[in-house]
């Protein structure tokens, strides 16, 4: 696997209740804060992920997916400029040594390598430790100007992790990560972790997806395209006339990438 909801607006009314022989005393409650709106990318948007280095801005798509970390507040306005909307790739299921935050982990969250250099899983069940981190990393991209967050690795609990994580620890982890998001205004992607879509179609605002074609998996990604919500979607060794037929039949937004995830492109 290469590593790489729900935003609503509340509104509140009160009833005047006159009661006979009494004078009314009547009044207009304040407005109950809506959350902030987030983007709501459709499906069948082209879009280019490129995590390996800094942006490079010229392929002609109007989504660009790139590293949180190696990327500015200046790449993404100049993306902006250009009329792009513009995803933070930020891993919240691993440990990685190369990051400017890697000691704000204590080792006992601190799992097994996850086979990535200088990786290691994450236990997420200690919500009140990562939890903390985790805004921190998103307020990194609300600050830096990001639209969304593609958070990864967040279906751990089918990994050999070193902790006895369930299904039900990642669902509650992951719901955590959309609350974060939506909190700062920012839309979030469901990435992979097929088996929970049906439980967390309604918390995430579109899925990001590597392989599906090659595992015969994609049908599964249908509750997103269905409730009007983007599928970025890429394979790496399957050829395009294999997986696009499909792909444009479910309206998923797919291409060929090479596996380093730089700036070559082949789109359906």
Known sequence: MRRRGRALAASAALALTVVTGCSGVGGTPPPVPSAPSVWQPRPGLAWQWQLDGRVDPSADVPV????GFENGADDVARLHRAGRRVICYVNVGAWEDFRPDRDAFPRAVLGAPNGWRGER???IRRISVLRPIMERRFDMCRDKGFDAVEPDLVEGYGDETGFPLTARDQLAYNRMIADIAHARGLAVGLKNDLPQIPQL?????????EQCAEYGECALLSPFVEAGKAVFHV?????TRRFCPEARRLGLSSMLKRPELGVWRDPC
């Open 64 to 67: 660009y997916d790139i590293d």
């Open 121 to 123: 899983w994450l236990d």
């Open 201 to 209: 179609v309604d918390d995430f605002d579109f899925a990001v997806n």
């Open 235 to 239: 394979e790496y060794s399957e050829p």
